[in-house]
């Protein structure tokens, strides 16, 4: 039967939202984000578009939704990279290749109207937020704030005519292993004066350590490919949904002689209970999603490891991740993920190696000509 792509208003946005949810209802590891999350970064208050635009669109098939997609163009992402390049996101199909060619013509056309001379993704909607499709590791859950997708959409994408641009990688490393001895040497000798020190967030300044994360952020991944520096508007959307979650574990600095120069964030692995919630805290959830919670979380993921440029090539990423280690004890986890990283970052891939991390998953950055 036809194919049918329909560019949605922003009326039907919660349709947009909810499509995976019925796709994937009854599928053992995919885990879905809290959909007023997801509304939230979709709808256009969000700072994220005030430099960027977005087209959703739903393919249908005799009347039944069977894919969507958004076309997305950030324009900080082309100022910042000197490219005129459009992003996809949000894609979710049926094992139909004839309607993810379709959701994907369709995107290219509106992104071709605009000026966009190369598209990429999944990115939903930039690299600051989930992005990559996962393309080994498909017999887990995926960890907090990482997608997950079946095996087939590979092929959907590549037969629409993308190729790699740029693979992701995920570690993970035993918590039990602890921090290794040998290093700890390492450690000392690079701290022989004694002016770097690791702390913990102070819950009590919660405002202090995310003006110290600010400093550091955008600082710390400048030159890597892909990064989009985040606006203040959108560092501070990140700390407002980051401060009721925050513990002193979770949040770290590394400082020299006082000043913020590197830091680490780790989450718990909220997908066990977001699992049990199904993008709602509802009557019928809430007690699954609690119970979850409080007794199920054996795991977290370090989602972010930055050194200021300034402060590069003195070894602080190993005086974050022992303390990762000592957190990740402390809480009773069984092991860690540390993701995502550039699959050529050879200096933060080798370190994660050598003490101890193993790539467990793989991600993948779609690329085409318009």
């Known amino acids: 039967m036809h194919i049918e792509i329909k560019a949605l208003p922003e009326s039907e946005l919660s349709g947009f939202i909810d499509y995976p949810f019925a796709l994937f209802r009854d599928h053992p590891y995919w885990v879905g984000e809290l959909k007023k999350d997801t509304r939230h970064l979709l709808e256009l208050g969000h700072p994220f578009w005030r430099h960027g635009e977005r087209k959703l669109f739903m393919a249908y098939r005799a009347g039944k939704q069977v894919g969507r997609i958004a076309a997305i163009i ?35 056309k509106y992104l071709r109207a605009k000026g966009m001379d190369k598209v ?43 190729s790699k641009a740029k693979d992701l990688l995920a570690f993970q490393m035993e918590v039990a ?11 000392n000798r690079i701290n022989r004066g004694g002016n770097i020190k690791v702390e913990l967030v102070d819950i009590n300044k919660l405002d202090q350590a995310i003006a110290d994360l600010k400093d550091v952020y955008n600082s ?18 990140l700390g407002l949904a980051l401060k009721p979650m925050l513990k002193p574990d979770y949040l770290f600095f590394a400082r020299v002689d006082g000043k913020p ?28 999603f609690l119970y979850k919670m409080m007794f199920k979380m054996h795991a977290g993921r370090m989602l972010t490891l930055g050194v200021k440029k300034e ?46 991390g193993k790539v467990y998953k793989k991600y993948r950055i779609y690329e085409k000509k318009l």
């Not at 520096?229 to 560092?235: D, K, Q």
Request: charged residues 20%.
């Open 74 to 108: 950030n324009s900080a992402h082309n100022s910042f990279h000197s490219e005129n390049c459009g992003f996809f996101g949000f894609f979710d199909c049926e094992e139909d290749q004839e309607a993810a060619t379709a959701l994907f013509a369709a995107a290219d």
């Open 120 to 162: 990429r993704g999944p990115v939903n909607p930039s690299t600051n937020e989930t992005c990559g499709l996962l393309l080994e590791g498909f017999d887990s859950t995926p960890m907090i704030m990482m997608p997950y997708n079946p095996p087939y959409y590979a092929g959907l994408i590549e037969s629409a005519g993308f």
């Open 177 to 187: 292993a602890g921090f290794p001895d040998r290093f700890e040497k390492i450690i």
């Open 220 to 237: 710390a991944w400048e030159k890597n490919w892909g990064f989009v520096p985040m606006t203040e508007a959108e560092l501070d959307d």
């Open 261 to 288: 120069a590197a830091f680490c964030l780790m989450l718990p692995d909220f997908n066990v209970p977001l699992k049990k919630a199904m993008g709602s805290l509802t009557p019928l959830t809430i007690l699954p």
């Open 311 to 356: 402060f590069r090539g003195r070894g602080l990423e190993m005086f974050l991740i022992k303390k990762a280690i000592e957190s990740g004890k402390k809480m009773g986890w069984e092991y860690g993920e540390m993701s995502w990283t550039l699959e050529d970052n050879t200096l933060i891939n080798n370190t994660i190696e050598s003490v101890g």
